[in-house]
């Protein structure tokens, strides 16, 4: 089992709807939960970041983490345009640990 | 908003040649680390560096890599026989002391001829 698993998409959704994106990992060592965005030929780009099970919420981006299940997802309301990237999860076991990342998915968002 | 930067955005090397990849990390930031990311694949963990010394690297940072951090601002991978393989985007990051998320910079993407 690869220790983190990602939803392969791609993902194409109609302007306004919500996405939800996923992932499951193995390693019950993982607490720091973090999403990053990646535009075609740039860094990841950090959205949220959390530590252990709950949810986050910012703006129009909700993280959940369900440690019990070993998921994490990530929730975009209204979806815009300008959303259109790859997603990719990423997790640690330690504050400064090394991150262990999902293989992305690509979202468009259509007009 | 203070961000990691990255030299040269993009290099094209033979094989055999040697190749060092430069990253300014953010000013105050601890830990620095490198990873790379194949086309079409995930990104992979190489090494992390902190109080200057390697604190953790992955099984593909092989004696072909090495990093350094010459002076108080910069921070360099060194790849010292470029193979084909070796072509990826090569991503520099840095975080600050304690449980704070990696900023990554923009990438150097390091084509093997």
């Known amino acids: 089992q690869k220790e983190v698993e990602q939803d392969p998409g791609p993902l194409s959704v109609p302007e306004g709807a919500i996405v939800s994106l996923n992932c499951t990992y193995s390693n019950s060592a993982f607490q720091y939960f973090m999403w990053y965005r990646q535009y075609s030929r740039k860094g990841p780009e950090l959205l949220m970041y959390t530590y252990s099970s709950g949810n986050k919420e910012d703006g129009r981006f909700t993280a959940q983490v369900d440690k019990s299940s070993k998921y994490i997802s990530l929730f975009i309301r209204d979806s815009q345009p300008s959303d259109s990237a790859t997603y990719l999860c990423a997790m640690s076991a330690g504050a400064n640990s090394k991150l262990t990342f999902g293989k992305g998915i690509t979202l468009s968002v259509r007009p | 908003e203070p961000e990691v930067t990255q030299t040269p955005s993009h290099q094209v090397t033979q094989m055999g040649q040697e190749v060092i990849l430069r990253c300014v990390p953010i000013s105050n930031h601890l830990y620095f680390y490198w990873y790379r990311q194949i086309l079409g694949q995930k990104v992979e963990f190489l090494v992390s560096?902190?109080?200057?010394?390697?604190?953790?690297k992955s099984e593909i940072f092989d004696d072909q890599f090495s990093v350094e951090r010459p002076d108080g601002s910069n921070f360099t991978l060194k790849i010292r026989s470029t193979k084909l393989e070796d072509s990826a985007m090569y991503f520099c990051?840095?975080?600050?002391?304690?449980?704070?998320?990696?900023?990554f910079g923009n990438g150097t993407r390091l084509t093997v001829t």
């Open positions: 560096f902190y109080n200057n010394e390697i604190s953790e």
């Open positions: 990051a840095s975080t600050g002391q304690g449980a704070s998320p990696l900023h």
